[in-house]
């Protein structure tokens, strides 16, 4: 674990609100926002104390359009930014054209402050600009791994979900920001608040660092082999009952060595050998997400039986099927242990930048009202 990490982990909860900037890119994506910031909110809320203050950014405070066309006013232009525990630049379409050489400057200044940078959706790639990520693991969109690897081989470019190196913190996009700030958060206030907050938002299963973003075949082999891409969404979409090789073959409109030759040569494995590793992943993602017991996992993932498929998921992912459940548990229970509060922290509203605060107090004395307020009980 990094030394910032550590410190985060090891310190007890104090009554200094944390400011968390968000930069908006022109084209940014409304989801990875709304993603990011909504956990904020409900920690807030859930906690019945100001644990976060938020602020939206751009680069001179004017509107900045999102991807979808909905217009954002800012909370402040980059130079009338507030004192920052931490910026998240939120990228999004046509990110080599989304910014400008005053916002890579501004990020270098606040990289030279020591505060924790991160960047969502495409924004990463902002981040590669300035040289913040140069020695950093980091995480995007997988529409633009390939680019910034290429563009910044400094960058160690990950599939993962989200990455939090020391003080960078880099996810993907759509709803994966959600998970990387209930990570964070989780770090600030201990696992009960992340646990209230995914209740209240319907989230199954928070995603960890160690979850890969799923990157569609076709995207890595683009429209050069159709009849491959053609054989694979066969496979995926027929996990519980396994379509016979020469069966899928046909159904492509290929020999059975034609297609062997097509996996060998693009994905370097047998169309047989692929296919268990679909469903072996699928069957980590029920282990992790549901209360399936292993028998139906096994059935539902086309298995014969389940000492053959315990052999199985043991020799390709490492450990036995249980082994991977009862870890995941007792991971759980020993994040309970951290602290939480549940009061109401002193002096909320006797800090500098009180318009901001003041809309982050009544937002949260609002809630108060509303009829689902309290339904999630913090212990």
């Known amino acids: 674990m990094s030394e910032i990490n550590s410190a985060r982990q090891g310190t007890a909860v104090t009554n200094k609100t944390r400011n968390i900037g968000f930069l908006l890119l022109n084209n940014f994506t409304m989801i990875a926002l709304a993603s990011a910031v909504e956990p904020l909110r409900m920690a807030n809320q859930l906690s ?20 979808d066309g909905i217009r954002i006013t800012p909370d402040s232009s980059m130079a009338a930014a507030p004192a920052l525990d931490t910026l998240i630049v939120v990228g999004g379409v046509n990110i080599t054209r989304s910014y400008s050489r ?16 991160g960047g969502v959706c495409t924004g990463p790639y902002l981040l590669a600009e300035a040289g913040l990520l140069d020695g950093y693991d980091c995480s995007a969109h997988w529409e633009c791994i390939a680019s910034l690897q290429e563009a910044y081989p400094k960058v160690r470019c990950t599939n993962h979900l989200f990455v939090i190196d020391r003080d960078r913190m880099t996810s993907s996009g759509g709803t994966v920001p959600l998970d990387m700030m209930l990570n964070m958060i989780k770090r600030d206030f201990g696992y009960q608040l992340t646990a209230g907050i995914s209740e209240m938002f319907i989230c199954d299963r928070v995603r960890n660092e160690s979850d890969y973003q799923r990157i569609p075949l076709r995207h890595v082999l683009g429209t050069t082999q159709p009849k491959l891409v053609e054989a694979v969404a066969l496979m995926e979409a027929n996990i519980e009952e396994a379509i016979e090789l020469d069966e899928l073959a046909s159904y492509v409109g290929l020999s059975r060595r034609q297609l062997e030759r097509l996996f060998q040569k693009y994905l370097q494995c047998s169309p047989s050998k692929y296919y268990l590793k679909l469903r072996l992943f699928r069957a980590r993602q029920l282990l992790k997400q549901t209360s399936m017991s292993i028998i139906e996992i096994a059935a539902a993932c086309g298995f014969v039986s389940t000492p053959h498929f315990s052999k199985c998921y ?53 809630a108060q009202f509303e009829p689902t307020y309290g339904s999630v009980t913090l212990q």
Do not use: C, F
Not at 108 to 115: D, G, V
Not at 342 to 366: I, R
């Open 102 to 117: 005053r916002q890579v400057s501004w990020l270098q200044s606040l990289a030279r402050k020591h505060i924790l940078i």
């Open 48 to 67: 019945g104390s100001e644990l976060y203050n938020w602020h939206t950014i751009s680069e001179d405070g004017g509107q900045v359009m999102a991807s």
């Open 314 to 366: 043991r020799e390709h992912i490492g450990i036995p099927p249980r082994e991977e459940r009862s870890g995941m548990r007792s991971q759980e229970r020993a994040q309970t242990v951290a602290p939480l509060v549940t009061t109401a922290l002193p002096g909320l509203n006797q800090k500098a930048g009180g318009a901001a605060n003041a809309l982050a107090m009544h937002a949260l004395s609002e």
